[in-house]
Structure formats: C-alpha cells, structure tokens
C-alpha cells in the first residue's frame, strides 16, 4: 500500500517586546537569574496580571504578518498543569478565544509548485520558568529561574496541510523571515526564541480520513524538524505494514541518536477560562492601525526590488530573505553604487565575511556607507577586484574610510600602461612556455600571464590594462570578455 504522510506544526515564537505579557519586568530572559521578577511573574498568589500593550502589538503585527484575521474578541484561559516551571498550577494561554484566525504561507515544493500551506491560528501565552539542573557537590540539585516566567509567546497552529519534511522546513524559513520583517522576534532557533512541535501521521494515498498522529515536540531547529518528520514517516510506516497500530503520544527528537524517543507524559489537566486577565476587545480601528504599521513583506519587497534594479527574481528573493540584508542592500545602492555590483559584492564577500565573525548584517562593522565607498573606487578603477577584498576584510577591523585604507597599505590600482608594460615584458620573458602555448591557440594560458603581471605589480595592477597589452604584444586579437 502507498502511503502518505500528513503533518501540522505547532510553532513557539518568543517576541522581542521590553516587557513581559503581563507586568512590566523586562522581557530579557538570559539576564542574571531571577532579576526580572516582580509577584506577578513569580505568580503570587493574589497578584493582578495585567496585559501589556507592548506585547499586544507585537502578537498582532505578527499575526498580520502572516495573513491572520485579528478576533474583536479573544480571552485567556488557564491551562492546568503540575511541574516545578510552573509553580502557579496553570499556565495562561488563549485556548478557546484566539488572538488572530486563519492566514498562511505559499511555498514551493519539492515538485515546483505554488502551494499555500495554511494557519489555523495563532494565539498568546506566557512562557514558564526555566529549570537548571546541576550538580553541587555529589547532590543533584534543580534550579529554578524566573526570568522566562510570563515572558510573552505566541503560538502558531497550522492545519494539518503539509505532506512532507520539505514542505516543513521551507514553512519554517519563510515564517521566520515574515516575523522578522515585522521586527516581532529574531526567531533564532540557537537561542530558544522560535520552538517547534510537529505533529505527524500517515493514511493510506487518496485516503479523506486523519490517521492517528503522533506529536514530535520542543525542536530548535529547521533541520532537526525536517529529520524528525523523516524519521517518524518511516516509523510509523513500518508499524502499520507489520500490521500494528500508531498510538496516540508524544515524543522528543534525539539529534544525536537521530531518533523520536518516547516521552514521559506529564500531567495535563483541563483548560477552564481565567477570571483575572479582562478579556480583550479589539476595534476595528485599532486593526486598521497596526495593520497600517505592517512593513512591506517579503514578497512585495521582492517584486518591487527586482524591478526598481534590475535583478533576477532569484537574486531579489535572495536579499530580501533576511530583511536585515535588504536594508543593506537599498542602502548601498541609495549611495550610487550599480545595484548588480552592490549585490555581487554583498552576496560574494560582505555575507561570508559576517557568516564568519558570526555577526549580523544589521550590525555589521562595515556599514553600507562605507561598502559603497569602496565600491565607488572599484568602479572609478581606483582599486582593482583583489585589492577592494582585501581592503574590506581590513575595513573590519578598524573605522578608516577605504580611501585611507588603500593610501595607506598602497593599493591604489596601477593603470598606467607604461608602468605595466616593463611588468609585461618582463613576463614574457621568464615564460616562454606560455607565450608558445598561446601562439598554437591555447588561450587558456593568457589568464596564467595576467596573474603573473598582476603579482608582479604587487596586486595592485588593473587587470584590463594587463590583459589588453598581453593581446596587443601577442597580437591576439580581441578577446570578448
Ligand atoms: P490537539 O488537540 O492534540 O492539540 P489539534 O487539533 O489542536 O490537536 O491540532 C494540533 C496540531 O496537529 C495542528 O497543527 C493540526 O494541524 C495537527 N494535526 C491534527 N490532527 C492531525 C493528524 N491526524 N495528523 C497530523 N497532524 C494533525
Ligand atoms: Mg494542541
Ligand atoms: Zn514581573
């Protein structure tokens, strides 16, 4: 029997606003343990929460972001559960009322093809304290850090549309990208603020009906998501031709086993609306404002982009998929620079260079300003390819201009035909091999002498200038390109 496989996900996004979901206590959870407290968070008994506006528009811009229809009406609900992370008992999530309805995101698939992958919806809820578990001495002891308590989430519930660990991970990345444009969350899977649950079954291909799933819970990252889908496929797969059933539970993606393991289930117990937090009515004015507030999104931004410059879809899509990187990019071409060369260089050098260094581009040392000055020297020819790489790895490292840089270290490009021309000959000279091989119509060994001249001229000579005299001493004639 053929089967196929049907997965929904459940993704955790911590917003980035200053304050928590329900008191004013900053919303930094990696700060010192147990800093960022007040007796709401540490949910006192008693204590008043209060919903923060912050928070709420950070949910609702990312909620429109992602194509939701924002409810007039949505209320929070305590959800029981026992565990040390929660000493209250319950946990305030919007299970019934939510935030925001509907939405979604189009992906390509593995086959090339559109395809809109659906929200159910999304709503808010305050993360948990945070357990460290440690050993003083030979005790075990747990920890418990309040920081996290009642910081703000929200919860992004998909129907159940995808039929693939692919399909999964291009949702994950364009959600990530989405969020980010709307400067709701870094969504940095490294650093918890983006959390994912997959839920996954099979059922026979053609089938209408949901086969019993099981949930893979607590991922942090796009890859471990698609494994974890992949493995559990295969799984359950094997399960039903052996001709036993799929149960109904919950399991933990182990990276290093590269497995789903069973997970102890801890005690969940009914969800029963909250009398404490006013319910939370929405007009449509307030809607029009914050979808007013919505930044341009990564598809708009894309088509507007590759038009205004003249790029390939391919290459617009590329920059506009981190919106830290589109910024950059408008700015540099806001300076003059031929938005090709910006975006070369960009892509090729300025990325990597960060990559590296383990920077964002949104902070990056060498800002746009500077990035298209030294480009404007490339293009005036003043500084050769090779040399603006070096001068922007310099660049860095220290706050000069690249027009200091280059005056300094000597990189000024030499394109003096006379100067150049000692440099040639002296070439030909040593290389003999060379200047035959291309007599008998190997080209290829032009591009060895221009590097012998360029290396000669200490690699600062205009390699047109180079490869214009080589063809003119060896009367080749004009090469294109
Ligand atoms: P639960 O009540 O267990 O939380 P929900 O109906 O709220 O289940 O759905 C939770 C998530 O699981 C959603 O993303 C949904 O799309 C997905 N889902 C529901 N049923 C299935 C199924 N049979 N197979 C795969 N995913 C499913
Ligand atoms: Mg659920
Ligand atoms: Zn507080």
């Not at 009515?281 to 038009?307: C, F, K, N, Q, Y």
């Not at 990187?325 to 300076?335: G, I």
Request: charged content about 25%; hydrophobic content about 40%; glycine content about 8%.
């Amino acid at each position: 029997m053929e089967f196929e496989a049907v997965i929904g996900l459940e993704i955790h996004v911590e917003l980035n606003s200053a304050t928590k979901l329900f008191c004013d206590c900053p919303n930094r959870p990696g700060d010192e343990p147990n800093r960022n407290t007040c007796p709401t968070c540490l949910w006192f008994p008693g204590a008043a929460p209060r919903l923060g506006r912050a928070p709420l528009e950070k949910a609702a811009l990312l909620s429109l972001g992602l194509g939701g229809e924002l409810q007039p009406r949505s209320a929070f609900d305590q959800k029981v559960y026992y565990y040390p992370d929660l000493p209250k008992g319950y946990q305030l999530s919007q299970a019934r009322l939510p935030l925001s309805r509907g939405g979604g995101i189009e992906i390509t698939d593995e086959a090339g093809e559109r395809k809109t992958l659906r929200i159910h919806h999304i709503h808010m809820e305050e993360d948990v304290a945070r357990l460290v578990h440690q050993v003083e001495g030979r005790t075990p002891v747990s920890l418990v850090d309040f920081n996290r308590a009642g910081a703000p989430l929200v919860e992004i519930v998909t129907e159940p549309d995808f039929r693939s660990p692919f399909e999964a991970m291009e949702f994950l990345k364009a959600l990530r990208t989405r969020v980010r444009y709307v400067g709701a969350s870094d969504c940095s899977m490294d650093n918890g603020t983006m959390r994912v649950d997959a839920n996954i079954s099979i059922r026979p291909r053609g089938s209408g009906e949901l086969g019993t799933k099981v949930e893979v819970k607590n991922m942090n990252s796009v890859r471990h998501v698609g494994d974890a889908i992949a493995y559990e496929i295969d799984r359950q797969r094997a399960l039903v031709e052996a001709g036993e059933a799929v149960v109904l539970h919950t399991r933990l993606w182990d990276p290093d086993r590269k497995a789903t393991l069973p997970m102890r289930g801890k005690f969940e117990g009914p969800c029963v609306p909250d009398p404490s937090v006013p319910v939370i009515d929405l007009s449509p004015e307030w809607i029009g404002r914050m979808r007013e507030r919505l930044p341009e999104m990564p598809a708009a931004r894309t088509a507007r982009m590759a038009a205004a410059y003249g790029l390939s879809d391919e290459e617009a899509r590329f920059l506009c998929a981190e919106v830290e990187v589109a910024d950059y990019f408008e700015a540099v071409a806001r300076e003059g620079v031929a938005p090709r060369l910006a975006m070369h260089w960009i892509a090729t050098q300025l990325l990597p260079a960060l990559k590296e260094r383990k920077l964002d581009p949104g902070r990056s040392p060498v800002g746009p300003v500077r990035l298209a000055a030294l480009l404007g020297m490339l293009a005036r020819e003043e500084v050769n390819a090779g040399a603006a790489r070096e001068v922007l790895l310099e660049m860095f490292d220290s706050d000069e201009a690249p027009e200091a840089i280059v005056g300094a270290r000597g990189l000024t490009q030499q394109s003096d035909a006379g100067q150049l021309e000692a440099l040639a000959d002296q070439v030909l000279s040593q290389h003999p091999e060379a200047v035959q091989d291309i007599r008998r119509g190997q080209g290829k060994a032009i591009g060895f002498l221009i590097g012998q001249v360029m290396q000669a001229s200490g690699g600062r000579a205009n390699p047109r200038v180079i490869r214009e005299l080589l063809h003119r001493k060896l009367s080749i004639g004009d090469e294109p390109g």
